[in-house]
């Protein structure tokens, strides 16, 4: 492990008021996307929709990393240039997601511990050796009556940190994501009960293993209440429950923090992340900024819908969504961005 570069790498992903690009969907989840979109589920067309995504023109400006899939890293674009190669000419590092996802807890029914620790150290030098520069691990926590169990929490908490710490040794930043899922009817403070929780628990888990703070990316869920809870909060009141969380939770010296979006729709995603950095610009001591999957694709995917004729209409799309994103990152985004961008992609 070299500090300093893991250090240097960990700004450079989140430099200059930019964010992550989440594109590691697993070869199911993105079949499963296209598939409520019509999109033929095939290894073409999701090389091809990766494709539209890492080519889009001026993607750099807003995009410091992206994360990819095993399937995706080793993919080239039509013109035969590799995808990790487009990436590093355009200034955008490329990022892995290594976890082989969540299982079943033994045990503790409903409940999943995310695997993938088995030959990781040999995985992930073979990522470093094809250019990537950091890597993604997932944990999923439900919510629910008696949920989630300590078990759950801590087992996910000792993953996170086990993967973290083979990530440094491989010189490789860790996205550390421990995610706090959305369904449910759980309150808000429900659910910032649970984040607290699991947050102190991945930082002790974190610390057992010596993991450099300084050299890692902390990818969490916003706090919000369930989707099917009745009372619905305000953005800044959303904004307020989670950045308080956050700064009594996660050290100053974690290098970033990097939102995950959950299933929130685009615009909204865009606005609790912009009420945040507005409402606690002077008392962040990380860079608060997103790596949103869903939030940031889906527009394009909308528009694009497995069609060669719109991919540059959708790329229009996914870099308008990228830009608000970036603004938000400043407190700087507002709803009428929206209808700003709407002429253009609509050309
Ligand atoms: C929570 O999921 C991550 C962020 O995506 P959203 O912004 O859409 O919530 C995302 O990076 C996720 O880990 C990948 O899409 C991979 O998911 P699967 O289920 O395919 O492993």
Redesign the pocket.
């Known amino acids: 492990m070299n500090p300093l570069e893991l250090a240097d790498t960990a700004r450079r992903m989140l430099a200059n008021g930019k964010g992550l690009l989440?594109m590691?969907?697993?070869s199911?989840?993105?079949n499963e996307r296209f598939a409520a979109l019509g999109i033929t589920p095939s290894e073409a067309s999701r090389r091809a929709w990766r494709e539209l995504l890492i080519t889009a023109p001026g993607l750099a400006e807003s995009i410091g990393g992206a994360?990819l899939?095993d399937e995706t890293i080793h993919q080239r674009c039509a013109d035969g240039t590799p995808f990790v190669k487009a990436l590093t000419n355009a200034g955008i590092l490329v990022g892995i997601?290594v976890?082989t996802?969540a299982k079943a807890l033994a045990g503790h029914a409903g409940e999943k511990v995310t695997e993938g620790l088995d030959g990781l150290r040999e995985r992930l030098q073979g990522y470093a050796a094809i250019g990537a520069r950091f890597a993604?691990w997932?944990a999923v926590i439900p919510m629910g009556a008696g949920l989630p169990s300590a078990a759950c929490v801590v087992a996910n908490a000792h993953a996170l940190a086990r993967y973290a710490a083979l990530c440094q040794e491989a010189g490789l930043v860790p996205v550390v994501?421990p995610?706090v899922l959305m369904t449910g009817d759980h309150s808000l403070q429900r659910c910032a009960d649970v984040s607290a929780q699991l947050l102190h628990e991945v930082f002790e888990q974190l610390h057992v293993q010596g993991v450099l703070l300084e050299g890692m990316v902390l990818?969490p869920n916003m706090l919000l209440p369930g989707l099917n809870c009745s009372h619905q909060h305000s953005v800044d009141e959303v904004a307020d429950a989670t950045v308080t969380a956050l700064l009594r939770a996660v050290p100053a010296a974690v290098a970033g923090i990097a939102f995950?979006?959950?299933?929130q729709s685009a615009e909204l995603a865009s606005a609790r992340l912009s009420a945040m950095n507005r409402r606690f610009k002077s008392r962040l001591p990380w860079a608060l900024t997103f790596?949103?999957?869903?939030?940031?694709q889906q527009p394009a995917l909308e528009i694009w819908r497995g069609d060669p004729g719109k991919v540059a209409q959708a790329q229009r799309a996914l870099l308008h969504r990228a830009t608000c994103n970036q603004a938000a990152r400043q407190g700087d985004y507002s709803p009428a961005m929206e209808n700003q961008a709407s002429p253009i992609i609509g050309t």
């Open positions: 989440a590691d969907e697993s199911p989840t993105c994360i899939y997601k976890d996802g993604k997932r994501e995610e990818k995950l979006s959950g299933g790596s949103f999957a869903r939030a940031i």
